[in-house]
Nanobody, 115 residues
Framework: QVQLVESGGGLVQAGGSLRLSCAASGNIFSINTMGWYRQAPGKQRELVARISSSGNTNNADSVKGRFTISRDNAKNTVYLQMNSLKPEDTARYSC?????????WGEGTLVTVSS
């Protein structure tokens, strides 16, 4: 069994920064891609950023230049540094880890950006 636990969410003013972390534990052999999705109330879930095991990244256009994804393979942890936050970034952020064709998910952490 694999568990993913996110941390780092909270309330921040517009223009501020937050850093999310997601640590995977359990029966882990080799994690392929890790990443972050978010879902705001009344909106569809969207991919925010993802990173391969070799460090290649993809970011959503809405966060390019503001968010940076990184990972520590030794710790099975993925990070999301979020700068210049906007009220429209308010959402529940969930991390995932792809292993052997299966996506494992965390429960998510809430990010609220006030104007």
């Amino acid at each position: 069994q694999v568990q993913l636990v996110e941390s780092g969410g909270g309330l921040v003013q517009a223009g501020g920064s937050l850093r999310l972390s997601c640590a995977a534990s359990g029966n882990i052999f080799s994690i392929n891609t890790m990443g972050w999705y978010r879902q705001a109330p009344g909106k569809q879930r969207e991919l925010v950023a993802r990173i391969s095991s070799s460090g290649n990244t993809n970011n959503a256009d809405s966060v390019k230049g503001r968010f940076t994804i990184s990972r520590d393979n030794a710790k099975n942890t993925v990070y999301l540094q979020m700068n210049s936050l906007k009220p429209e970034d308010t959402a529940r952020y969930s991390c995932y880890a792809l292993m052997y064709g299966v996506n494992y998910w965390g429960e998510g952490t809430l990010v609220t950006v006030s104007s």
